[in-house]
């Protein structure tokens, strides 16, 4: 007999969050260390406060979780900014507002970037998170004329270059003044796609959009 819809809907939810809390237990353990091979499946699925046959409903094993908790902070992260982006509708302007907010980020949600720091702060360029937008950026700016690279591909790998190094920096040196970091790495880059030094001064130091 098959299952009715309000019983499905119950076990899809039920099966969502199950899945959600081993995402969090590993993202916290992410955090704290960024160790991967201390906590045991066990140690994960208490921590969850799930039973353990769970885990393997959703995930193969710890690479598998692991991987999905970082895509899972990533997305939240890029979500974030985003959100304070939102109305911006100049390519050029949002690429410098999502460098600047990346340092900024990063003191609202220090879990994803200790979590970064501890595992492979690279991870940040991967297919989750800002790395996607980035390229969203870049390529509706090629589009409209505001950006004029010979080689994207490169432009996109120093964009990505130059983040890291902002992150690196927010990691291992808390008392730089990391915004005026991000400012000058905004202007600089923008400079480099192609904005004269005036107009990506001045896009590099524009107010920023107040968070809702």
Request: glycine share 8%.
């Amino acid at each position: 007999m098959p299952m009715s819809a309000p019983r499905r809907n119950r076990f899809e939810r039920r099966r969502a969050e199950t899945r959600q809390a081993l995402v969090r237990a590993a993202r916290q353990i992410l955090a704290e260390s960024g160790g991967t091979s201390a906590s045991s499946i066990h140690a994960i699925a208490e921590r969850a406060d799930v039973g353990l046959g769970s885990f393997y409903n959703h995930f193969t094993g710890k690479p598998d979780l692991f991987d999905a908790a970082v895509a899972d902070a990533l997305e939240e992260y890029g979500q974030a900014v985003d959100e304070r982006l939102h109305g911006v509708d100049d390519p050029a302007e949002r690429l410098a507002g999502g460098v600047r907010l990346s340092v900024r980020m990063a003191e609202s949600y220090p879990e994803i970037m200790q979590m970064l720091c501890h595992s492979q702060l690279g991870r940040i360029c991967a297919g989750d998170g800002l790395a996607p937008r980035a390229k969203r950026d870049m390529e509706e700016g090629m589009a409209a004329g505001r950006f004029t690279v010979v080689d994207p591909v490169i432009a996109l790998t120093v964009l990505n270059g130059s983040l890291l190094a902002l992150l690196e920096l927010w990691c291992n040196q808390p008392g730089a003044d990391s915004d005026q970091a991000a400012g000058t790495m905004a202007e600089m880059i923008l400079h480099m796609l192609g904005l004269s030094p005036d107009e990506a001064r001045d896009l590099a130091r524009r107010p920023l959009p107040a968070a809702t």
